[in-house]
């Protein structure tokens, strides 16, 4: 069975199931791509790991706020692999394909739900680079698998253990649920700002 995936991006804030997703995807083969906490996670559960910035060749840097906003990174994600001028690109400038993207944001709901949460820190719980890596993914969702919930993992190991790859159907509904999280997201911060407004603050 030939396997369509070979390399994963895995950055996730709820870390249910990762290390479980990450041993399974080295067993098969895949390499893996991870960032900060995530990374650890998977090291120190004695899985190989690659860095992000391993990858990109620019260090985390702003307290994490630029880690993943890179060619290196969003190119291979969003390569249309049936494109010779874009598989042509990725090869001038040296990027490899990204076939799976298992992200899960900055818990921004739980964050402002906390008694007595700063502005501050609230902003800082405002996911970047991951809504953009996951509607890189969603958009391109005919080469890169995109999961954002960890109830998605044990049917997606099922899938790869069977077939090697996910059908057509079910990339397009990970697509939507990848859309419809990121959505959710942007109007729980738009929520937020609007309370603050009307209290004046």
Do not use: C, W
């Not at 199931?17 to 995807?25: D, P, Q, Y």
């Not at 860095?51 to 994600?77: A, C, W």
């Amino acid at each position: 069975m030939k396997m369509r995936i070979n390399r994963a991006l895995l950055s996730v804030s709820n870390k249910t199931g990762i290390v479980e997703l990450a041993k399974f995807l080295h067993e098969i083969g895949v390499e893996i791509i991870s960032t900060g906490g995530t990374m650890q996670a998977i090291r120190e559960a004695g899985i190989p790991v690659t860095y992000v910035s391993d990858v990109t060749g620019f260090p985390e840097i702003m307290d994490g706020r630029v880690k993943t906003l890179n060619p290196k990174i969003h190119g291979g994600i969003l390569a249309v692999r049936s494109n010779p001028e874009h598989m042509a690109a990725l090869a001038k400038h040296d990027i490899k394909p990204i076939d799976l993207v298992v992200v899960n944001l900055y818990p921004f709901k739980e964050t402002i739900a906390k008694p007595g949460v700063t502005e501050t820190e609230a902003i800082e719980n405002i996911d970047i680079g991951g809504p953009a890596m996951v509607r890189a993914s969603a958009k391109n969702f005919r080469d890169v698998i995109i999961v954002t919930n960890p109830a998605r993992y044990s049917s997606l190991m099922a899938m790869l253990s069977q077939h090697g790859d996910a059908d057509i159907t079910t990339r397009k509904t990970l697509a939507k649920e990848a859309f419809n999280h990121t959505s959710e997201y942007d109007a729980a911060i738009t929520a937020y700002l609007e309370k603050q407004l009307a209290a004046g603050k």
